[in-house]
């Protein structure tokens, strides 16, 4: 890991960056300032997951595997516990038994090989089982596994319990993610710098952006220079303007070999916007000030 200066001069460096130990597949923050990952060795068909701070972006734990090499990944993030999954076959995407690890050491703390991950919320982790002719709820205590109750008759109230659990995830949301550029998306103002920024370049697909506040934040891809008709790669830019001044206050090549653009390759966590450079470097680039 390295850390950064916040400025040189009006251009934004990133405040600290993470270096995992393969591609990283997916990020989930907790609520308490951790940020969880998950990666991908795809040459040794290996999940392996890490922790680091949200704010400092020191890691808390890495490299952590499982008994299950590579048919593993992050189901939820809730309290102080990462929730996982396996899968009922290789070859069938359904999420399958429940891993649950410590979020502050990665430790396995228990599992369940029985059941399926629904929801959590609070103290609580609801799961299920399918049986012959119907589904069965179960209640289980988050921090041991323990089975406090079942549903057997009905999954009614789960149901309901599962909607609120939705609806206050939704309300403690902080994050701002990509949109597709699109005829009047953007104000007249945003769109020069739009234009000024693709001007005599070679774009393929779409353009994202997330306006927010002083800042417009936008991410495209041109062809690579390594790029052949045969095989087409592609790069993937991203620029953060200052609109007030119409500054260009950072700019990177997040990929340089992508075989096809992938939505939602930024998005904004305040104070920081967070990206992917080259599959495994985890960024955090300040926009604000706490």
Known sequence: MKLFSLFQSHQRTPEWTYTAHGAI????????????????????KLASFFCVDEQTG????????????????????????????????????????????????GILRWRNDELTFWFAHRDTLYAY????????????????????????????????????????EQDAGEFLFPEIVQDGSLSPSHQALLTKEIKGKSIIGNIEFIQEQEYLLMNYYTPASRSTPDAPLLENHFSVFETERGNEVFSDVLSRDSKSPVPDAFFIKRPFSYFVKDQKILTALRLWKL
């Not at 998950?38 to 040459?43: L, V, Y």
């Not at 399918?130 to 109230?157: C, H, N, P, W």
């Open 25 to 44: 597949w997916r990020l989930m923050f907790s609520a308490t300032g951790k940020i969880v990952g998950e990666c991908r060795h795809h040459d040794q």
């Open 58 to 105: 020191m890691p808390y734990w890495e490299d952590v595997k499982l008994a299950e090499p590579w048919w593993v990944g992050i189901e939820a993030v809730h309290n102080d516990v990462v929730i996982l999954h396996e899968f009922s076959k290789p070859d069938l995407p359904e999420h399958k038994r429940i891993r649950v690890v410590d979020i502050a050491t």
């Open 129 to 168: 089982r399918d049986m012959f002719e119907k589904r069965v709820g179960y209640a289980l205590a988050l921090q041991t596994g323990a089975i406090q109750q079942s549903y057997e008759d009905t999954l009614e109230e789960l149901g309901s319990l599962r909607k609120l659990a939705l609806l206050e």
